[in-house]
């Protein structure tokens, strides 16, 4: 193993695995973002008294969380390709190539897998504000919006920190998969630096340092808010 | 949408399937006993054997999978001499292999914390029965803690299959033509990507299926039939869903 390979600037791989790492984070975040609005959204669905909202949400989550998070990248990024083009040329007469934005592709695959698992965690801290609460603000008069923010949103993200920690943890891990539709984040930027030094472990072994790092310092983040979040609890 | 390419490609991506059960199965069984094994290290009050089985599922469950098949697979060509030398490069050049073994340290890791929090939830008064009755440790861990730990982390379990089935699709990335390998196949060369999806997609829910169903079995006929322990049971599943 030759640890200058990782040395700064053009004479080594160091400041590109970084740049990977920023990409990583920054997808991972953006994804992130777009999971908990859609797994929001996707539970006030499965709690609501309409049926089909019920429905609609219970088959999305099933469905997400049951298939294989790269055949979702596959649909998404040769699939959404193709309409692309078929508005392109249908629409404007456009017929050349035009290719998705992978950024934003990548984020969507990611972010809908984080939705689906995030619906779970908000439904479940929702479900456990107890209804007493909820009654007592009807009856001194609260209004909806009043008991939405007041009474429920403090306690369902209490409620929900540990849940959207773990969310996140996989999240994370899971933009890896995003290499193979060719982001330069931490894989495929591995991947770049292995094909042209034939050192393949040196850099995945990079790679692996890097998420361990992203993870166990988010972690610590995840504890710090949760201890912040429950400082006025009382402990049994 | 293209209907006739439903029949054309339901028979191309059922080969697939085989090689994905293989796959998950292989890695289950073996990950399954490396995993009691490091829940055992972790549990021990050897700090040096706790402490390395903290560290292997730190590791572990830390970092992609898709880093630990890639370190694996093509990582080991980096040591093509030395493992030539000792024999061991037939296996590492198989990336069938190199799958199983990722998947396997991989669900060995996340299993065994399954599996230590099953054998921490045994009330201590069964063990202190056990041992009243004199029981020696290992008919006390095969006969009280073995199966109350596993009947606990059952649901848990339950889920890490489903995970694996989903983690398979990976080694598709290692040249393995499992469905999601097949399905990526045809999808790159007749984009048609909704219709392969679409059957793709049911075979992985068709499987997924199965497993929650027979776990939901092996619950019932591994528990106690009274209503407590059928609610504590249900509070368990309730529990499982949210934990990943």
Not at chain 1, 219 to 233: I, K, Q
Request: proline share 4%.
């Amino acid at each position: 193993m030759d640890l200058s390979l990782l040395a700064w600037g053009d004479a080594g791989w160091g400041d590109q695995m970084a740049r990977g790492a920023v990409v990583t984070l920054a997808v991972a975040v953006a994804a992130y973002a777009l999971g908990i609005v859609v797994g929001t959204g996707l539970a006030a669905m499965k709690l609501s008294a309409i049926p089909p909202l019920r429905w609609i949400a219970t088959v999305y989550t099933t469905v997400i969380r049951g298939i294989p998070e790269l055949l979702v990248i596959y649909l998404v990024f040769f699939g959404g390709g193709a309409a692309l083009r078929a508005i392109a040329s249908g629409m404007f007469g456009y017929e050349g190539y035009i290719d998705l934005p992978i950024f934003l592709t990548g984020t969507i695959c990611i972010g809908a897998s984080a939705g689906a698992y995030s619906t779970e965690v908000i439904r479940g801290a929702v479900q456990s504000v107890p209804k007493g609460q909820i009654e007592a603000a009807i009856a001194v008069g609260m209004s909806k919006a009043q008991r939405f923010w007041r009474i429920l949103v403090p306690q369902v993200a209490r409620f929900a920190l540990p849940g959207l920690g773990n969310v996140w943890q996989f999240t994370l891990k899971d933009t890896s998969l995003i290499s193979v539709i060719g982001l330069v984040e931490i894989m495929r930027q591995a991947a770049i630096a292995a094909g042209s030094t034939r050192e393949p472990f040196t850099f995945y072994l990079v790679a692996a340092i890097l998420y361990l790092g992203l993870t166990s310092f988010s972690n610590r983040g995840f504890d710090r808010a949760e201890r912040w979040a429950n400082r006025g609890v009382r402990r049994a | 949408m293209d209907f006739a390419a439903f029949a054309r490609y339901v028979p191309e991506l059922a080969a697939g399937l085989p090689l994905t059960l293989l796959l998950v199965a292989q890695s289950l069984v073996l990950g399954f006993a490396l995993a009691v094994l490091v829940a055992l290290m972790r549990l021990s009050s050897n700090r040096l054997l706790s402490g390395f089985a903290y560290g292997f599922v730190y590791v572990f469950r830390s970092t992609p999978l898709l880093v630990q098949i890639f370190l694996v697979y093509y990582g080991s060509g980096q040591f093509r001499p030395f493992l030539e030398d000792i024999g061991l490069w037939v296996f590492f050049r198989d990336a069938w292999f190199c799958a199983v073994v990722a998947l396997t340290l991989n669900t060995g890791a996340y299993t065994s914390e399954i599996i230590r929090g099953g054998i921490q939830s045994v009330p201590y008064g069964q063990l202190e029965a056990g041992r009243a009755v004199g029981m020696t440790r290992l008919a006390l861990f095969r006969r009280i803690t073995f199966p109350i730990a596993i009947r606990q982390a059952l649901p848990a379990y339950g889920n890490e299959i489903i995970l694996m089935v989903k983690a398979s699709s990976l080694a598709s990335t290692i040249t393995i033509l499992e469905i999601t390998g097949i399905a990526k196949k045809i999808i790159a060369s007749t984009f048609q990507p909704v219709e392969v999806f679409i059957i793709a997609g049911a075979f992985y829910l068709a499987i997924n299926f199965v497993v929650t169903q027979a776990i939901r079995w092996a619950e019932y006929h591994l528990s106690p039939k009274s209503p407590q322990a059928r609610a504590r049971a249900e509070e368990r599943r309730q529990k499982a869903v949210l934990a990943r």
